[in-house]
């Protein structure tokens, strides 16, 4: 039965007063308690939009399921449901002021309590107790896992603000992420940091850029869990088109660096 036009005006007067009380409580970001996968991938601000897309389809490949988390949800719920948390390559400026220091402490938590962490170019920048970003130190509160300082970029390597291929020289082949690697791998420079460890700090290098001879490849114990850092960018395919983003399609990486990112994720989940 069609409304009467008295009916129709009740009618709108009704939806256009419950449609925003719908929107508000109906269209929330879900929370971590409401998501779970194997990796969590931080896609909140900072984070660079072809690096989340390459990031997850590398995951993706490797067989593991991947939500996207904010930095909302890592400072109010946690990382309880997930195994990998990654932060990607991105502004680790932002990163550090979005995530409070709430959310770092629940990251702590989580790693130490047996999940892991890969870190990429911002997100292993982040790691550090100390950033140096062109030769200043960052004015935030970094995440602190790394025992010692993450300093980039390195115009020797490719002149700011210039990105390209570079090559790194695997120098610990035995350690499980490295020990059937070649010798060196060519992978995407985009202003990535070196790592510099404190004194009689318990860290494995397992790579160094070959200009320079700086630590671009880490990997720690952190409690009872495990992390993962690299300064370049091994997510993107250079010559593949399965990372499905056309970001630096015009080099070649001589090889894909994915195996070597599916052995560190096996390694940070005790596999």
């Not at 069609?2 to 925003?20: C, D, N, V």
């Not at 409580?25 to 409401?34: D, L, M, V």
């Not at 991105?90 to 402490?105: F, P, T, V």
């Not at 070649?182 to 790592?195: E, N, Q, R, T, V």
């Amino acid at each position: 039965m069609r409304a009467t036009k008295k009916g129709e005006k009740w009618l709108f007067s009704r939806l256009f007063f419950f449609l925003p009380l719908f929107l508000l409580t109906n269209c929330k970001s879900p929370s971590i308690a409401e998501i779970s996968g194997d990796v969590a991938l931080y896609a909140d601000q900072g984070a660079d939009e072809d690096c989340i897309k390459a990031t997850m389809n590398m995951f993706q490949w490797m067989g593991y399921s991947v939500k996207y988390v904010t930095a909302e949800n890592i400072n109010t719920q946690g990382l309880d449901n997930f195994k990998i948390l990654c932060i990607p390559g991105g502004d680790m400026y932002q990163y550090g002021q979005d995530i409070s220091s709430k959310g770092k402490e629940n990251i702590k938590n989580f790693i130490s309590d047996g999940g892991g962490y890969i870190g990429i170019c911002g997100g292993a920048y982040f790691t550090g107790e100390k950033i140096i970003w062109q030769g200043n130190q960052l004015p935030m509160t970094p995440l602190g896992i790394f025992p010692g300082t993450t300093q980039g970029p390195f115009d020797e390597i490719i002149p700011y603000p210039d990105y390209g291929m570079c090559k790194v020289n695997i120098v610990d082949s035995t350690h499980p992420i490295t020990e059937s690697e070649p010798d060196s791998a060519w992978i995407l420079y985009y202003w990535g940091p070196a790592f510099i460890p404190n004194d009689n700090a318990e860290i494995n290098i397992l790579g160094k850029y070959n200009i320079g001879n700086k630590a671009s490849i880490a990997a720690f114990n952190y409690g009872s869990g495990r992390v993962f850092i690299i300064g370049p960018h091994p997510e993107f395919e250079e010559d593949s088109d399965r990372d499905s983003v056309n970001f630096a399609d015009k080099f070649d990486d001589r090889g894909s660096d994915w195996d070597l990112m599916k052995k560190a994720a096996l390694w940070c989940l005790k596999k």
